[in-house]
């Protein structure tokens, strides 16, 4: 087997399964509680792996992780629901307590065992190719299997359940007064995004996993209204993190799960600066636009009160525009058809004159 | 006082208590609402209203107390209660469309798994008309002005196709024509015999808009037909001292 083909479809597979789940995470303001859900399964898997006996065992650190996720959002919500803290306050509270149990765990407990710290941590998507399993008279890496059916199952539960997922998440009250059990629907989506910060932990670690469940679906967040395209957009950004940070990680001889989430950042970067719906740049330069737009409609309306021509002077005194601002205005203008450069000076049109008549916003 | 529950009453709440922390937020309601006719729930901010359309709703635990709808219990009832909550309960930067939103309110006839199709989209699309925003069904909900967003919701409820509506104060913050606007489809919904309970803030309005008044105050102060109900007297006791009867 091609061991870059499995290093980067693995990556795919993580960021895929990851951006499903993420992006109702996302949308349902809960990036800090997937924070809190990925270091917390930390426990979770040493206690799974010390009740498996220490072998290398798949399932029961799948399950150990699932029920610490859920133990995470339980202990949150609860603590919130006690009204003596508040919600941003109790994941703070309750996930260091729980991750340092689980590093604590590791320390004491598994010094000599093949479990060691770095790689709960930081993950190591290289070794991928390494760990294979037998299927069907096949060898196959044990990530495909893995991956592959937390992506099946969280694409699964995005399909069967997006209305409802929908509904609670925009309305949870409204979903509960109609039947829709939003409550059920939540945990289940934790549980999901347990299973799935567990089953990335081998390849990108406890601490990356957050950079595939919250930075692509906050990107497509920026860069579109739709949620179906916001799903599709998630996926999207996640196959391009794996495929670029592979690519750049060979390149400059760096960590492929460090380099894929640089990379997602920086389309985060990209969409915040220059999305066309609300990019930080595309706004300002959509303001100049409007600013340019109305300094013209303007300096029109004032050339068309006036039947001999005016002067630059006159205009920049009258405004209090800078030469450069007047030009562009005049530039603006001209361009819209608004004024004619005759001989003997700026003219309004007959378009310019109509203007005139009154503030029409387009 | 009967013991067993009428059939006939849309709403009738029983002994009803809801406690957030220690403190009663609501105190023993009994709170009987009469078919076909718009009802109004008024008291002062923090009295219990929005609680009291939610715990009867299921939407927060109560301490006590027993709520029937039509005679039956919320589970079985469910299908023919519409809520349009606060508008300001939901996330409107979430990417959706208007038309999106009011078919939410048919997600409860379609129940788990069944898609909402083209029979769901005109629905919607002819509850939306209702509200005059057909114009603006697939406009982002972003991009709304807060009395269209309060008409979405409206729509959304129309949608549901209920029996019995409550709305927590539609009249919130919107001008004089979503105003009127609101006030044509309450009157539709009346004429075709639904029963409407909305928390109100407006005392100048309540007696023009509404038959039947109920004045909350954490307790029930008084419950009954406007005429009787809208006193100086039970405003007094709603509000202190400085309650106005409104002319
Ligand atoms: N989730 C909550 N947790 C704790 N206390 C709450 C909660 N929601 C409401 N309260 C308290 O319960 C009381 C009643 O609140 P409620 O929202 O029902 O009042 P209201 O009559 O609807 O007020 P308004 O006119 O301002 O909408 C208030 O004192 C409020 O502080
Ligand atoms: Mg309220």
């Known amino acids: 087997m091609n061991p870059d083909l499995v290093i980067v479809t693995t990556a ?31 426990p979770g898997i040493v206690l799974a792996y010390w009740l498996s006996g220490g072998a290398r065992a798949t399932l029961p650190a799948l399950l150990g992780a699932a029920a610490a996720g859920l133990v995470t959002v339980s202990l949150v919500e609860w603590l919130t629901r006690t009204g003596r803290v508040k919600n941003d306050a109790a994941i703070g509270i309750v996930f260091p307590a729980l991750f340092s149990l689980g590093v604590l765990a590791v320390s004491l407990y598994f010094r000599q065992v093949h479990l060691d710290l770095d790689a709960v941590l930081y993950g190591e998507i290289a070794y991928a190719p390494l760990n294979t399993l037998w299927l069907w008279g096949l060898e196959l890496p044990e990530s495909w299997l893995v991956m592959g059916l937390l992506t099946l199952l969280n ?7 997006y209305k409802e997922l929908k509904l609670s998440t925009f309305d949870a009250g409204l979903a509960a007064s109609l039947g829709f059990a939003p409550g059920v629907l939540h945990y289940a989506l934790m549980a999901l995004v347990s299973f799935t910060a567990v089953g990335a932990f081998q390849s990108v670690g406890a601490i990356l996993i957050v950079a595939f469940l919250i930075i692509p679906p906050a990107t497509a967040y920026l860069l579109t209204r739709r949620l179906p395209t916001m799903l599709l957009l998630a996926v999207g950004v996640g196959v391009v993190a794996s495929l670029g940070g592979y690519a750049l990680a060979i390149w400059l001889d760096a960590s492929i799960a460090g380099m894929m989430a640089t990379v997602a950042g920086v389309c985060f970067a990209l969409a915040f600066l220059f999305s066309p719906l609300e990019g930080f740049l595309t706004t300002r330069l959509r303001r100049r636009r409007q600013r340019l737009e109305v300094a013209a409609r303007l300096l029109v309306a004032h050339l068309a009160h006036h039947p001999q021509p005016v002067s630059e002077q006159e205009i920049m005194a009258e405004f209090g525009w800078h030469p450069r601002f007047l030009r562009q205005a005049r530039e603006k203008a001209l361009q819209a058809g608004w004024l004619e450069a005759r001989r003997e000076g700026l003219w309004p049109t007959s378009r310019g004159r109509a203007l005139g008549q009154g503030p029409s916003v387009p | 006082m009967t013991l067993t529950q009428t059939a006939t009453l849309p709403l009738e709440v029983r ?25 109004a729930i008024v008291g002062p901010n923090g009295a219990g209203k929005s609680t009291l359309l939610k715990a009867v709703l299921g939407l927060v635990p109560r301490a006590s107390g027993q709520v029937w709808f039509f005679g039956q219990s919320l589970r079985e009832a469910r299908a023919r209660i519409g809520y349009v909550p606060q508008r300001n309960t939901v996330d409107w930067d979430f990417p959706t469309s208007v038309l999106d939103v009011v078919m939410m309110g048919l997600y409860g006839q379609l129940g788990w798994f069944r898609r909402p199709g083209k029979r769901e989209r005109e629905a919607a699309m002819h509850c939306l008309e209702q509200v005059s925003l057909q114009d603006l069904a697939h406009r982002q909900i972003a991009q709304l002005s807060g009395g269209q967003q309060q008409r979405v919701f409206l729509a959304r409820a129309l949608a549901q196709n209920a029996d019995l509506y409550f709305m927590d104060e539609p009249f919130a913050g919107v001008d004089a024509v979503t105003e009127e606007a609101i006030l044509q489809v309450l009157h539709g919904l009346k004429s075709q015999g639904k029963t409407v309970v909305v928390v109100h803030h407006d005392l100048e309005t ?30 007094r006791r709603t509000y202190g001292a400085k309650a106005r009867t409104g002319g």
């Open chain 1, 155 to 161: 694409l699964l539960f995005v399909l069967l359940f």
């Open chain 2, 206 to 235: 309540v007696r023009e808009y509404f038959d039947h008044l109920t004045l909350l105050n954490v307790q029930v102060i008084a419950s009954g037909p406007m005429e009787e109900t809208f006193t100086s007297e039970n405003l």
């Open chain 1, 12 to 42: 795919i597979l993580v960021s895929s399964a990851s951006a499903l789940v993420g992006t109702f995470l996302v949308l349902r303001r809960m990036a800090l509680l997937c924070d809190a859900i990925s270091h917390a399964v930390l």
């Open chain 2, 15 to 39: 002994d009803l208590t809801v406690v957030y922390r220690e403190q009663p937020v609501l105190w023993d309601v009994d709170l009987a609402i009469p078919p076909g006719q718009l009802s």
